[in-house]
């Protein structure tokens, strides 16, 4: 059997490190959840497992912050969106890749890794965010 890893946002944060989105998936209840933690927020069971989470999705909502915390007003203005991704979850993530004026509720997102220009004063993990999908 595999190596076993713990439910927690700095192991979250060392798969983001390997370009993979992981969320914790509870062996009762069948809830997929993010951040990960040790017990299901459903069902309170133990019985957890890492899974890959899907890496598209759709944008429920959004802004466009102008006015950021210190860490971030180099990147101003950027757009913050929540997201669905395929299999339910719902995770908040910066958008680029796209004119803040073409963003719309319910286009499909991408997820995509960044560890460049992570402020020094933020925690150093590697970052994950949404652009469009490429069509082909």
Request: aromatic share 12%.
């Amino acid at each position: 059997m595999g190596e076993t890893y713990p439910f927690t946002i700095e192991q979250f944060y060392r798969f983001v490190g390997e370009g993979k989105l992981m969320g914790a998936k509870c062996g009762r209840c069948g809830g997929i959840f993010v951040p990960p933690r040790p017990l299901c927020p459903k069902c309170q069971s133990r019985d957890l497992g890492w899974v890959q989470l899907k890496n598209r999705g759709k944008l429920l909502t959004y802004t466009v912050i102008h006015v950021a915390p210190e860490e971030f007003q180099q990147m101003t203005p950027y757009a913050l969106g929540i997201i669905e991704l395929e299999d339910g979850v719902r995770l908040p993530g910066i958008i680029r890749g796209v004119k803040h004026e073409d963003l719309r509720v319910g286009m499909t997102l991408e997820v995509d890794f960044d560890t460049a220009n992570i402020p020094s004063k933020w925690p150093q993990w590697p970052r994950y965010f949404f652009r469009p999908t490429q069509t082909i």
